[in-house]
């Protein structure tokens, strides 16, 4: 029942932040999406994807879309023409999108692939062998470390990609801008020369 | 924002909760919901809302853009580095069952250690990211 109610919300959050022009009210309602997500996860046990949810989704994601508005503008531009081609594209993959959804196992499905042996391995040998409370933990840096490095080295690579593209325009500017007052002393002193000429 | 006595207030009043929060999520992650990918986005908003009310001028001073650079860095390094210790001491890469005599407390060490190393690449993008962002 919760978790019906907390769809239906996300569902009515989705189509409000496509339709409304202004990109604050979007920004803000993105944060909204993120936060009752992270209650539907918290619905579904899941506390640790919940918690990055909110903290990720809700925090940092909507602080970095308002710096960005912040630089850019606030007002979407007024777009009334519909591309056919692209309308087809995103139907198509739709469709074979929702037909994709019916191969997933249920929630909660105990015959699922995942429940087979896997979870009962990590549920009944990870106290002997992590020694750790929180299975997520032990999953997530032991028995997936690789996996968790990559994300650590994807994460990495984008703050780089980040200081790349964004970091040394900065730099740039400020080299042109001491170009030119370079250019307008040698300038000046061409004057001067002139001048005294 | 200089002000806005009200927004002043609650944040000198809530940055240090926050920072001890992030600790908690980071230390606390192997027996209750946390972890490093949460601690450092923690310990990053704290520092943003800090550079949102006080200005980030004065944001950059209390943790410059080279110290953010290298920790990002340190933070993988540190996570690659128990796993170069695990091959050295007998093990496979990111086995830490030989980082101590005892499998389960070397599990622990390698835990905490990768956790602490994301953890640090994770605040120290997001910072670096929200000043780029935020340049005047």
């Given amino acids: ?197 | 924002m200089e002000h806005h006595l009200v927004l002043r207030v609650v944040a000198k009043l809530l940055i240090p909760m926050i920072l001890i929060f992030a600790l908690y999520v980071q230390f606390h992650g192997d027996y209750g919901p946390g972890g490093g990918f949460q601690a450092g986005v923690i310990f990053a908003s704290a520092l943003i809302l800090y550079s949102l009310i006080f200005g980030v001028e004065n944001a950059r001073s209390v943790i410059s853009f080279n110290v953010l650079r290298i920790v990002s860095a340190f933070g993988l390094l540190l996570y690659i580095g128990v796993g170069i210790a695990a091959l050295i001491s007998g093990g496979n890469f990111l086995d830490y069952n030989v980082l101590a005599s005892d499998p389960v407390s070397g599990q622990h060490i390698g835990i905490l250690l990768i956790e602490l190393g994301v953890g640090m690449t994770v605040a120290a993008v997001m910072m670096m990211t929200f000043f780029i962002f935020a340049r005047p």
């Fill in chain 1, 1 to 197: 029942m919760v978790d019906i109610v907390l769809l239906t919300f996300l569902v009515i959050l989705g189509i409000t932040i496509i339709r409304l022009g202004s990109l604050f009210a979007s920004v803000m309602l993105t944060g909204i999406f993120s936060l009752v997500a992270a209650g539907l996860y918290v619905s579904m046990d899941a506390v640790d994807v919940a918690f990055t949810e909110a903290a990720v989704g809700g925090g940092i994601a909507t602080l970095l879309f308002l710096s960005t508005i912040a630089l850019t503008t606030s007002q979407e531009k007024s777009k009334e023409k519909v591309s056919m081609p692209a309308l087809i594209v995103v139907l198509l993959t739709g469709t074979f999108l929702m037909f994709g959804i019916s191969d997933i196992p249920k929630f909660g499905d105990s015959s699922a692939p995942a429940h087979q042996y896997l979870s009962d391995r990590y549920v009944y040998k990870s106290p002997n062998e992590i020694g750790v409370p929180n299975m997520v933990t032990s999953v997530l840096a032991s028995y997936r470390g690789y996996d968790t490095m990559g994300e650590v080295t994807v994460i990495f690579t984008a703050g780089i990609a980040v200081l790349m593209l964004l970091g040394r325009g900065r730099r740039g500017r400020a080299g042109r801008n001491g170009s030119i007052a370079n250019s307008d002393q040698s300038s000046s002193v061409s004057q001067r020369e002139k001048g005294t000429v």
